[in-house]
């Protein structure tokens, strides 16, 4: 059933996905498997929250969730997760179009105000973490899944200093299949929230703008802001290179501890493998059911 299962979670778009499953499934893939039922059930038990409306984040702040827009809170994203043989954080929100193209994972660190002044090595900071991904593979072999390999960059690191965001892409393979999660840091007073948008390579051109939009409705409560920081104020042991590798977990590999980072990454990372439409289908006409319910 492993097996089974692992063939299809491709289909379903939302951790990395194959490009967009804008139509419906064939005709000859409506006949679903008692292992694709499971799974579709499994799915449609989660609590989907639909747009339009406000969310509150982690972090002290808030998401307006779009029309045509699903959000998990992190009870269900963790769910959703597992269910997709990604390890769970405990800390992770989802957000992803109802036509399930791409998905962000939103996060909160409350490590404190990074400083946003130091040089970035992306060459360097590569290395590292195809080093921390490779050790973090012990758990998922572990656990029977597919293990994961950090190929390059698909977008270096680069900071924006006027909207206070730190954003790369890595791009990641695994059993032959390679796909993209897009990394934001957006810094506030307190700490950072991180944003990944996990896509296929062939839509991270046409998701990082609407990722970009979406995050349009992002904002920190009052008083949270980056700029809103005052002498006193908490300050984080790390500046922006570090986050890059996981801000407290790279602190922690200056001291020997591999483990730290590792197990990081090993939650960091979403990604799904190969597979069919079926389930994506099943998802989307349950949601599409769900949309029109509520109209009712």
């Not at 951790?15 to 139509?23: E, I, N, S």
């Not at 399930?100 to 590569?126: P, T």
């Not at 990454?265 to 099943?282: R, S």
């Not at 949601?287 to 319910?293: A, E, H, N, P, T």
């Amino acid at each position: 059933m492993r097996q089974s299962l692992r063939s299809l979670l491709w289909t379903l778009g939302m951790l990395v996905l194959a490009p967009c499953f804008a139509g419906d499934a064939p005709s000859n893939a409506t006949a679903a498997t008692p292992e694709e039922r499971a799974y579709n059930k499994a799915l449609e038990s989660l609590h989907w929250v639909r747009g339009p409306t406000t969310v509150d984040i982690p972090g002290k702040s808030k998401l307006a969730i779009p029309q045509d827009y699903v959000f998990l809170d992190t009870a269900n994203t963790d769910k959703y997760l597992e269910l997709n043989q990604n390890l769970a954080s405990g800390k992770d929100v989802l957000v992803a179009p109802a036509g399930m193209q791409w998905a962000a994972y939103l996060s909160f660190e409350d490590d404190g105000y990074v400083k946003d002044n130091d040089k970035i090595d992306a060459a360097e900071l590569l290395k590292a973490l195809q080093e921390g991904t490779e050790q973090s593979n012990s758990e998922r072999r572990r656990r029977g899944w597919p293990t994961l390999r950090i190929i390059d960059w698909a977008v270096p690191p680069a900071y924006n200093s006027s909207n206070k965001r730190l954003e790369w892409a890595t791009l990641l393979e695994s059993e032959g299949h390679r796909n993209v999660n897009f990394s934001t840091k957006v810094l506030s007073r307190r700490g950072h929230t991180s944003v990944i948008l996990v896509s296929s390579v062939e839509t991270l051109n046409a998701a990082r703008p609407e990722l970009e939009t979406l995050l349009g409705g992002y904002s920190f409560d009052a008083g949270e802001s980056y700029a809103e920081w005052v002498p006193g104020d908490k300050v984080a042991e790390y500046g922006l290179a570090a986050l890059v590798l996981g801000g407290a977990a790279a602190i922690a590999t200056k001291k020997g501890l591999w483990a730290v980072l590792a197990g990081f990454l090993a939650t960091g990372w979403k990604f799904l493998v190969a597979g069919g439409v079926a389930a994506a289908a099943g998802l989307r006409k349950f949601l599409g059911r769900k949309s029109r319910d509520d109209a009712n």
